[in-house]
C-alpha cells in the first residue's frame, strides 16, 4: 500500500527515485511524485496523477542533476487519485511522503488548520503541517521534531522528510509500514521494500516500529521516539535482481504461475524425507512434546492467504484426529471476541508479511499467550520477525497483485505442518506416508500441466470472456481452491465470480442459473466424486453453461467443455486444480486487454485497515 523512496548520495536522485517507484508500482498505482533538492536546497516538486510512466514523462521535461531526493507511488485511502492529493506533500519548509493512514488526521487538521493552509484531502499532508509545526522553520532539529509530531499521532505510517534548510538529510520513520535504508557506498537510499536496493546494495538495515533514523549519504543514527539511541543491524539482502525482473513474460503473473515448479521446490527443499516418508520443518521451533500437546489450530490470513488455510485446514483434519482447525479471515477475526481453548497454536499466513489485518491478529494472539507460527514469503517482513517461530515458503518475489504461487506454497507449507504435528502424535506413518510422497510429485506435476495445458486453456479463455458472470464449484478440498479461483478471476478480469460448495447449490445459487452465467466446476475423482457428479447435473438440468475441471477419464457428462487433467495424484489434485483457474483468469484477461499486473483500485500489500 503506497510505496516510498529516498536517496542521500551523489548521484542523480531522480534516476534512482523513478527505478525505485517502479520498482514498487505494485503497492500502489494512482498516482506518484518525487522531490529533489539541490545544494542549496532548492526544491524540483513533480506529481501527476496515474502511473509512474507519467511522472517519468514529466521528470523528463524537468531534469535535475539534484542528488537528494524522496518519492512515493500512492494507493488512495484519503482524497481521490490526483495530482494534488498526490505525495510529497509539502508544509513550510518540509516536504514528506507517508505510506499509511493517520487515524486521528481530522482533530489534529482542525488545530493546524489556523497555521497552515492545506492544498490536499489527504491525512498525510497534516502529518507533513505537524512535523513543520514543531520544526518551527529549522530553529528544531528536523528529527526531534518528526519524534514530536510522531508522539500526537494515532496509526500506521512508514515516512521520510526532508528540508530544504538541510537537503542533505532525510528522515524516516515507521510504525506499522515497512522502511528499508540501503547503505551503498557514499549513498544512503530509503526504500519501503527491499526490491527497490537490488542492483545498488545488498546490504540493509529494516527499521522497527517505533524507529527514527537520520540518514545522510555515510550515516545512520537511528533512535527511538523515546530518544533512545538503537544500534543498528545491517542485514545483507538475499534477493537476486532477476527474481524481480519478468525474465520474457510479457507480465509477471504469468511468470510467477510459471515458475511454481521452481518457487514450490525452493518451499519443499530439505523439509521432505522421501526414506522414511516424513517431513521437518525446523522453523516453527515447536518440541515434540509442543507439537503433541496442540489442541487447536487457528489458520490466519487474508484473500488467497485465508484460502491457502482453508485448503490446508481440509487435508490436516484427514491425517489428524484430536485437533480442531479453525481457518479465520484476519480482517474478521481481529474483532471478534473468539474463545481461544487451551493448547491452542495460530498459524500467520501472509506472502507479503506486512498485511495490517493479519499482524493485528498476530499482536493480539500473542498478547493472550498464544504461540504464533508465520508461514510468510517476504523475508525479514513485520510478520516473520514477529511470529513466536516460522517458516518462510521461499517461494521469491511475487511482484504480480494477484496472487498465484504463494497460494500453491502456503498450501503445501501449512499441510507439511500438520503433518508434523501428526507425526509427533504418534499417527501411523502408513496415513502419513501418501502425503508425504504427492507432497513430493507435486512439482513435477505442476511441470508436466503447465507444460501441456496452456494452450487449451488460452481457448477456453478466449470462449468465456464475454460473459459477466461466473460460479465456481467445489466440494470438500476443491471448496477452498473454487474460493480461490473465483477471487482470481474477479480480481483481474472483473467478472463478477462467487464460489459455492456443490452441495450448497440447492440452498439457493441455483436460482442465478441463466445464460449471463458459467459455472467452473472443479471435479476431483475423490470419494465424492459421484455426489458432486449429482450438482453438474442439476446445473445442466437448468440450461447451465458447465466448464469442469476433472482428473477422472470416465467423466462424460455433457458439458460445454472439459479439461481433462492427467495425473497420478489422488489426494493433492485439487491443488493441480487450481493452477488451470490460475491460467484461466489469466487468460481471460490479457483476452479482454485489462492491466493483469496491476488490477484497478488493488495493490499489493495492504498495509491499511
Ligand atoms: O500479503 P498477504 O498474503 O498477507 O496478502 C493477503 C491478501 O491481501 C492477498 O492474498 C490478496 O487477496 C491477493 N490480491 C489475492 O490475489
Redesign the pocket.
Known amino acids: 500500500m503506497c510505496g516510498i523512496v529516498g536517496y542521500v548520495g551523489k548521484k542523480n536522485a531522480q534516476d534512482f527515485l523513478i527505478s525505485g517507484l517502479k520498482r514498487l508500482e505494485y503497492r500502489g498505482y494512482d498516482s506518484a511524485g518525487i522531490v529533489t533538492f539541490d545544494a542549496k536546497g532548492k526544491a524540483t516538486l513533480l506529481r501527476s496523477k496515474g502511473k509512474i510512466s507519467d511522472l517519468e514523462t514529466k521528470v523528463a521535461k524537468n531534469k535535475r542533476t539534484d542528488t537528494v531526493g524522496i518519492g512515493h507511488t500512492r494507493w488512495a485511502t484519503h482524497g481521490e487519485p490526483s495530482e494534488r492529493n498526490a505525495h510529497p506533500h509539502k508544509a513550510g519548509k518540509i516536504y514528506l511522503v507517508h505510506n499509511g493512514i493517520i487515524e486521528n488526521y481530522k482533530e489534529l487538521k482542525s488545530k493546524l488548520e489556523k497555521f497552515h493552509t492545506f492544498a490536499s484531502d489527504t491525512d498525510s499532508e497534516v502529518l507533513a503541517a505537524l512535523i513543520n509545526h514543531f520544526y518551527l522553520d529549522g530553529e528544531y532539529p528536523l528529527s526531534n521534531a518528526v519524534v514530536q509530531a510522531l508522539k500526537l499521532v494515532h496509526g500506521t505510517y512508514g515516512i521520510a522528510v526532508v528540508s530544504e534548510l538541510k537537503p542533505t538529510e532525510v528522515v524516516v520513520a515507521r510504525s506499522g509500514s515497512p522502511l528499508v535504508i540501503g547503505i551503498g557506498h557514499g549513498e544512503t537510499l530509503i526504500a519501503s521494500d527491499a526490491s527497490a536496493l537490488l542492483g545498488h546494495t545488498k546490504k540493509a538495515i529494516y527499521l522497527n516500529d517505533g524507529e527514527v533514523a537520520s540518514i545522510t549519504a555515510d550515516s545512520v543514527e537511528i533512535k527511538t521516539l523515546d530518544s533512545q539511541p538503537v544500534s543498528a543491524k545491517v542485514e545483507t539482502i538475499k534477493t537476486d535482481l532477476a527474481a524481480i525482473q519478468k525474465g520474457g513474460y510479457d507480465h509477471f503473473l504469468l511468470k510467477e504461475i510459471m515458475e511454481q515448479p521452481a518457487s514450490l521446490t525452493e518451499t519443499l527443499r530439505g523439509r521432505i524425507n522421501l526414506i522414511e516418508k516424513t517431513v521437518h520443518l525446523g522453523g516453527p521451533n515447536l518440541s515434540d512434546k509442543e507439537l503433541k500437546s496442540i489442541k487447536h489450530l487457528i489458520i490466519v490470513?487474508?484473500?488467497?492467504?485465508?484460502h491457502a488455510g482453508m485448503l490446508a485446514s481440509y487435508y490436516i483434519e484427514q491425517f489428524t484426529n484430536d485437533i480442531t482447525i479453525e481457518p479465520v479471515m484476519a480482517s474478521e477475526y481481529r474483532y471478534r471476541h473468539a474463545h481461544i481453548p487451551d493448547h491452542t497454536v495460530a498459524l500467520i499466513?501472509?506472502?507479503?508479511?506486512?498485511?495490517a489485518d493479519?499482524l493485528a491478529c498476530l499482536r493480539d494472539l500473542k498478547s493472550q499467550g498464544v504461540k504464533t507460527i508465520g508461514i510468510v514469503?517476504?523475508i525479514g517482513s513485520t510478520i516473520a520477525r514477529e511470529v513466536d517461530g516460522g517458516t518462510y515458503i521461499h517461494a521469491g518475489p511475487e511482484i504480480s497483485?494477484?496472487?498465484?504461487k504463494?497460494f500453491t506454497s502456503q498450501a503445501v507449507a501449512m499441510i507439511m505442518f500438520g503433518l508434523t504435528i501428526a507425526e509427533a502424535k504418534g499417527i501411523k506413518n502408513s496415513f502419513i506416508a501418501p502425503y508425504v510422497e504427492e507432497i513430493a510429485a507435486l512439482p513435477n506435476e505442476i511441470d508436466n500441466l503447465l507444460q501441456t495445458l496452456p494452450d487449451t486453456i488460452k481457448a477456453l479463455a478466449e470462449k468465456y470472456k464475454s460473459y459477466d458472470h461466473a460460479i465456481y464449484l467445489g466440494r470438500d478440498v476443491s471448496y477452498p481452491a473454487a474460493l480461490e479461483g473465483a477471487?482470481?478471476l474477479k480480481?483481474i478480469s472483473y467478472i463478477d465470480a462467487n464460489a459455492y460448495p456443490t452441495g450448497e447449490l440447492k440452498h439457493g445459487p441455483l436460482a442465478l442459473i441463466d445464460d449471463r452465467f458459467f459455472e467452473f466446476v472443479l471435479l476431483p475423482k475423490d470419494n465424492l466424486y459421484d455426489k458432486s457428479i449429482s450438482g453438474v447435473q442439476e446445473v445442466l438440468a437448468r440450461g447451465g453453461h458447465v466448464v469442469v475441471i476433472t482428473n477422472s477419464a470416465e467423466f462424460s457428462l455433457p458439458v460445454d467443455n472439459v479439461i481433462k487433467i492427467t495425473t497420478s495424484l489422488k489426494l493433492l489434485a485439487p491443488i493441480l486444480m487450481n493452477l488451470v483457474s490460475q491460467l484461466f483468469a489469466y487468460y481471460i484477461t490479457t483476452a479482454k486487454g485489462f492491466n493483469v499486473d496491476q488490477p484497478r483500485n488493488?495493490a499489493?500489500?495492504?498495509t491499511v485497515e
Open positions: 490470513g487474508c484473500g488467497t492467504a485465508y499466513v501472509s506472502q507479503s508479511g506486512e498485511t493479519t514469503n517476504a497483485v494477484a496472487s498465484t504463494a477471487l482470481k480480481e488493488l499489493k500489500s495492504v
